[in-house]
């Protein structure tokens, strides 16, 4: 079946513009993960939606990072007025809950750039 | 809060040879998961392996396995025949037993596979 897919690939914007990014969890996964892979990293956690609701958003750095998730299927993440600090990869992953480990299968991530 | 440590930011082996990547983690936690993530230029991060906290066995799948010290916190990769497919950026992860709960990465180790 199908992974979870991101888009769009690649990401170019201006700082202080608006950006959204989406991401299509694998049919029936009902957890939902977003990450932020900086150059050189590892990737670290934003936010996790159980269903539609998010269950976990300690990780958003600031007011400026929202995510939706209103169907409890795709997922955007929104960032307003971009910051040149903001160019990362942002990494998004689906469970389902009850399996076995709770596995997280990753999307190939959108790349942000803020320039 | 949990973290991971990876102290080897490159690696190298010979096709053929076998290789050990490193991975220290702090926890209070007596139920966690740990795994081994490989992140090739592609972006998409792919399961190499993992392990239950409450396992004393070592897990182990095909070339890969890990030789996991819990009352030392580590937590290392070996890999046996290195392929030339197995070059990539590989990133060990942390994950409390609590469904939904996000991983935490070390901070990757570029492992290099000389023909």
């Known amino acids: 079946g199908a992974g979870v897919s991101q888009t769009p690939s690649n990401k170019v914007t201006e700082k202080g513009k608006y950006v959204e990014l989406r991401c299509d969890p694998i049919?029936?996964?009902?957890?939902l993960y977003w990450y932020r892979q900086s150059l050189g990293q590892g990737p670290e956690f934003l936010i996790y939606f159980q269903g539609t609701g998010a269950a976990d958003d300690s990780g958003l750095p600031n007011d400026r990072f929202f995510a939706v998730r209103p169907e409890g299927s795709v997922s955007t993440l929104k960032i307003q007025r971009t910051e040149r600090g903001d160019s990362a990869v942002y990494l998004c992953?689906?469970?389902?809950?009850?399996?076995?480990?709770?596995?997280?299968?990753f999307g190939p991530g959108t790349r942000l750039t803020v320039l | 809060a949990q973290t991971v440590t990876q102290s080897q930011p490159e690696m190298s082996v010979q096709e053929a040879e076998t290789v050990t990547l490193s991975c220290t983690y702090d926890t209070s936690e007596s139920d966690y998961y740990l795994f081994w993530y490989k992140q090739p230029p592609s972006r998409q991060m792919i399961l190499v392996i993992r392990?239950?906290?409450?396992?004393?066995q070592n897990a182990t799948e095909n070339r890969f396995s890990v030789n996991f010290q819990k009352a030392a916190k580590s937590f290392s990769l070996k890999i046996s025949d290195s392929q030339l497919g197995d070059a990539a950026m590989y990133f060990c992860?942390?994950?409390?037993?609590?469904?939904?709960?996000?991983?935490?990465f070390g901070e990757g180790t570029q492992l290099t596979v000389n023909p």
């Open positions: 049919s029936g996964h009902t957890a």
């Open positions: 992860a942390y994950r409390e037993e609590t469904s939904g709960s996000r991983l935490t």
């Open positions: 992953a689906s469970s389902l809950w009850g399996s076995s480990y709770n596995e997280q299968f």
């Open positions: 392990q239950e906290a409450y396992k004393q």
